[in-house]
């Protein structure tokens, strides 16, 4: 990890939340060399870039957050709202790569 970092370590693994498997996400991982993740709302791009280095041992170019409402949802009379999330697409440096299939062995 950087020095000029102070995350920690514990803090670093709560940030991101699962990685996004989509149309979407697989069309942005093969044009741009990108990987889209949920992470938690409070979450900052430092942190993420922190958290996918330690993670994965990539090394992080650049990162991008999306804040995405939650659609309205009804059930007979009652209106509901399903939760709101943040996606974090990050840019890896030219060379790498993250296999998610490798990760769960």
């Given at each position: 990890m950087n020095a000029n970092v102070k995350h920690s370590e514990e803090r670093l693994m709560k940030v991101l939340l699962a990685p996004v498997i989509s149309e979407k996400a697989t069309f942005v991982a093969e044009k741009n060399e990108q990987v889209v993740f949920r992470?938690?709302?409070d979450a900052t791009k430092p942190e993420i870039k922190a958290a996918?280095?330690?993670l994965f041992k990539v090394q992080v170019e650049s990162v991008q957050v999306v804040n995405r409402q939650g659609k309205q949802k009804?059930?007979?009379r009652f209106i509901g709202r399903r939760?709101?999330?943040r996606q974090a697409y990050v840019c890896l440096k030219p060379g790498q790569e993250i296999n998610f299939?490798?990760?769960a062995k």
């Amino acid at each position: 990890m950087n020095a000029n970092v102070k995350h920690s370590e514990e803090r670093l693994m709560k940030v991101l939340l699962a990685p996004v498997i989509s149309e979407k996400a697989t069309f942005v991982a093969e044009k741009n060399e990108q990987v889209v993740f949920r992470v938690t709302p409070d979450a900052t791009k430092p942190e993420i870039k922190a958290a996918v280095e330690l993670l994965f041992k990539v090394q992080v170019e650049s990162v991008q957050v999306v804040n995405r409402q939650g659609k309205q949802k009804r059930a007979g009379r009652f209106i509901g709202r399903r939760n709101h999330t943040r996606q974090a697409y990050v840019c890896l440096k030219p060379g790498q790569e993250i296999n998610f299939t490798e990760e769960a062995k």
